[in-house]
């Protein structure tokens, strides 16, 4: 008799545990698709394994990752799935709301393919970009990207910069062996010269986390670079984002730049109905949104030269009020190689975000590290370890600096200029590339990551120059003609030369002749 009752109340609480569960699902399925991501990401953050005093050991992790942004998530995924234990400390998990860091370009998604990440662009809407159209003074020319000897699925992707965040936070969760949580790093644990975790707050309590490697990926805002790095931050200008609705592109599933004046302006679709447009505003300082003089400017000085499809839902966007800014930043990389610590993402290098080359540098860079990182057993000897990652910094640069090269000098070409030189330079890039063949398809495979060969970049970057200095001439040269030719190429050393010079001419086109180049895998 008495196993029977004892029975019944097993099973009455086994019945009751169903029910209450069954219950909670129903509730859970009803919430919005952004805070389920969300609370996904910050129950896989309750897995973490946290001694009383709130130490994290290092016997429990392999790698420490600060930021959970694009490049952070990649890492913290790739390094996952390649059996380290991660522990990732992001300051917000929340899905973020940006601007910026909406375009990835081919070049990148075949990163993301070779990383296993192709999948979070599924889902959230993301559109697909097959090229660029250029409109310059009524006139306009597409450009498409070189994709003839790739898989079809292979193209640009643009989306909600937040999705596509959330979907591989989601990602690195899944696995057993990540660990996700909401914090913000403080500083750098160092003993003797060695980075040996990081110190950080979380739920209002001042934590340390401890791990072989740290890596940093804490974006353009970091402040854990300057112990890391020689940081020279340049802000050549802002972006004044707008969403359009309601209306469609004058080339589907094209990046849309405008050469306009004061410079260049952006479109392209982020999700089925709507279209960002990013305004870039020279210099630091833009016209106050709160007083009305940006609604202003946009009206009066960019709307007349944006392409007629787009007029009326650009004065739309501007009268909803939804205007944001961003500055643009460019940082060449400079690190200070440092015995447990990497930096990597923005945090380790930016560019002019013109040409959406930030991702792809991001990613390429994590495909490097993980080929570097693989072959090792254990990550413990930190002095080893960090005279190994040196070849890093070598093997990264093909890709990274045609980017980085690329999108500074195109930006200095785009933008309008009183000087008649600067006025040639303009008008002969956008001819040259308007040639089609080899003469827009070169340039436009090494803005796509297709072809990250800096000797390319710069054959195609005079060719420019010399083809404006041939319009000059034709059919007849004069003193006058002469001399802005001298002054367009003089303009146009300039311009792309200072930037080799901040890449570093011996890694970008002799990387062979770096000694870090051949370094080994320590033995373990």
Same mark, same amino acid.
């Given at each position: 008799?008495?196993?029977?009752?004892?029975?019944?109340?097993?099973?009455?609480?086994?019945?009751?545990?169903?029910?209450?569960?069954?219950?909670?699902?129903?509730?859970?399925?009803?919430?919005?698709?952004?805070?389920?991501?969300?609370?996904?990401?910050?129950?896989?953050?309750?897995k973490?394994?946290v001694?009383?005093?709130?130490?994290?050991?290092?016997?429990?992790?392999?790698?420490?990752?600060?930021?959970?942004?694009?490049?952070?998530?990649?890492?913290?995924?790739?390094?996952?799935?390649?059996g *380290?234990?991660?522990?990732?400390?992001?300051?917000?998990?929340?899905?973020?709301?940006?601007?910026?860091?909406?375009?990835?370009?081919?070049?990148?998604?075949l990163?993301?393919?070779?990383?296993?990440?192709?999948?979070?662009?599924?889902?959230?809407?993301?559109?697909?970009v097959?090229?660029? !159209?250029?409109?310059k003074?009524?006139?306009?020319?597409?450009?498409?990207?070189?994709?003839?000897?790739?898989?079809?699925? &292979?193209?640009?992707?643009?989306?909600?910069?937040?999705?596509?965040?959330?979907? +591989?936070?989601?990602?690195?969760?899944?696995?057993?062996?990540?660990r996700?949580?909401?914090?913000?790093?403080?500083s750098?644990?160092?003993?003797?010269?060695?980075?040996?975790?990081?110190?950080?707050?979380?739920?209002?309590?001042?934590?340390?986390?401890? !791990?072989?490697?740290?890596?940093?990926?804490?974006?353009?805002?970091?402040?854990?670079?300057?112990?890391?790095?020689? $940081?020279?931050?340049? &802000?050549?200008?802002?972006?004044?984002?707008?969403?359009?609705?309601?209306?469609?592109?004058?080339? $589907?599933?094209?990046?849309?730049?405008?050469?306009?004046? $004061?410079?260049?302006?952006?479109?392209?679709?982020?999700?089925?109905?709507?279209?960002?447009?990013?305004?870039?505003?020279?210099?630091?300082?833009?016209p106050?949104?709160?007083?009305?003089e +940006? #609604?202003?400017?946009?009206?009066? &000085?960019?709307a007349?030269?944006?392409?007629?499809?787009?007029?009326?839902?650009?004065? #739309?966007a501007?009268?909803?009020?939804?205007?944001?800014?961003?500055?643009?930043?460019?940082?060449?990389?400079?690190?200070?190689?440092?015995p447990?610590?990497?930096?990597?993402?923005?945090?380790?290098?930016?560019?002019?975000?013109?040409?959406?080359?930030? +991702?792809?540098?991001?990613?390429?860079?994590?495909v490097?590290?993980?080929?570097?990182?693989?072959?090792? *057993?254990?990550?413990?000897?930190?002095?080893?370890?960090?005279?190994?990652?040196?070849?890093?910094?070598?093997l *990264?640069?093909?890709v990274?600096?045609?980017?980085?090269?690329?999108?500074?000098?195109?930006?200095?070409?785009?933008?309008?200029?009183?000087?008649?030189?600067?006025?040639?330079?303009?008008?002969?890039?956008?001819?040259?590339?308007?040639?089609?063949?080899?003469?827009?398809?070169?340039?436009?495979?090494?803005?796509?990551?297709?072809?990250?060969?800096?000797?390319?970049?710069?054959?195609?970057?005079?060719?420019?120059?010399?083809?404006?200095?041939?319009?000059?001439?034709?059919?007849?040269?004069?003193?006058?003609?002469?001399?802005?030719?001298?002054?367009l190429?003089?303009?146009?050393?300039?311009?792309?030369?200072?930037?080799?010079?901040?890449?570093?001419?011996?890694? +970008?086109?002799f990387?062979?002749?770096?000694? !870090?180049?051949?370094?080994?895998?320590?033995?373990?």
């Amino acid at each position: 008799m008495n196993e029977y009752i004892f029975g019944g109340i097993i099973g009455a609480l086994l019945g009751f545990f169903l029910l209450y569960g069954l219950s909670l699902l129903t509730k859970n399925k009803n919430k919005k698709k952004k805070n389920e991501s969300s609370i996904h990401i910050q129950n896989e953050c309750n897995k973490s394994s946290v001694v009383d005093n709130g130490d994290v050991q290092s016997s429990d992790i392999d790698v420490i990752v600060v930021g959970a942004g694009v490049a952070g998530a990649a890492l913290a995924y790739t390094l996952g799935k390649d059996g *380290r234990r991660v522990r990732v400390i992001e300051r917000d998990l929340e899905e973020p709301d940006r601007i910026v860091g909406e375009l990835l370009q081919p070049g990148g998604y075949l990163k993301l393919v070779e990383l296993g990440l192709a999948d979070c662009v599924e889902k959230i809407d993301a559109q697909r970009v097959l090229g660029y !159209a250029l409109f310059k003074d009524g006139k306009d020319t597409k450009l498409a990207y070189p994709l003839e000897k790739f898989h079809s699925d &292979v193209a640009g992707r643009s989306f909600h910069n937040g999705r596509f965040i959330q979907r +591989m936070r989601e990602k690195a969760a899944s696995l057993p062996n990540v660990r996700l949580e909401q914090g913000t790093v403080t500083s750098l644990l160092e003993e003797n010269g060695i980075v040996k975790g990081v110190l950080y707050k979380a739920n209002g309590e001042e934590q340390t986390a401890y !791990a072989p490697l740290t890596i940093v990926c804490d974006g353009c805002f970091s402040n854990l670079r300057r112990s890391l790095c020689s $940081p020279k931050v340049d &802000v050549p200008s802002c972006f004044v984002g707008l969403i359009l609705e309601n209306c469609q592109l004058p080339y $589907p599933n094209h990046g849309h730049v405008v050469l306009g004046d $004061p410079s260049p302006i952006l479109f392209y679709p982020i999700s089925s109905s709507e279209i960002r447009c990013l305004v870039d505003v020279p210099g630091q300082k833009v016209p106050s949104i709160s007083n009305g003089e +940006m #609604a202003n400017y946009l009206k009066t &000085v960019v709307a007349p030269q944006i392409p007629h499809e787009l007029y009326d839902s650009f004065l #739309a966007a501007i009268e909803k009020g939804s205007i944001r800014t961003m500055p643009n930043r460019s940082m060449p990389a400079a690190p200070h190689p440092t015995p447990g610590a990497l930096l990597m993402g923005d945090a380790f290098n930016m560019r002019h975000p013109l040409t959406g080359g930030g +991702m792809t540098v991001a990613l390429s860079d994590i495909v490097v590290l993980q080929n570097l990182i693989k072959p090792l *057993r254990n990550l413990h000897d930190a002095s080893a370890l960090c005279k190994y990652l040196e070849s890093f910094y070598t093997l *990264r640069k093909p890709v990274a600096s045609t980017i980085n090269t690329l999108a500074g000098a195109l930006y200095k070409v785009f933008c309008a200029s009183s000087d008649q030189a600067r006025k040639e330079m303009r008008q002969a890039c956008f001819d040259y590339l308007s040639l089609g063949g080899v003469c827009s398809s070169g340039p436009v495979a090494l803005l796509s990551g297709l072809n990250p060969r800096p000797l390319s970049l710069v054959c195609h970057f005079f060719a420019v120059a010399i083809y404006g200095v041939g319009r000059l001439l034709l059919p007849f040269p004069s003193p006058k003609r002469l001399w802005i030719g001298a002054k367009l190429i003089s303009g146009a050393s300039g311009i792309i030369f200072p930037i080799i010079k901040a890449e570093g001419v011996r890694q +970008m086109f002799f990387p062979a002749t770096v000694p !870090a180049y051949y370094r080994v895998p320590p033995v373990n």
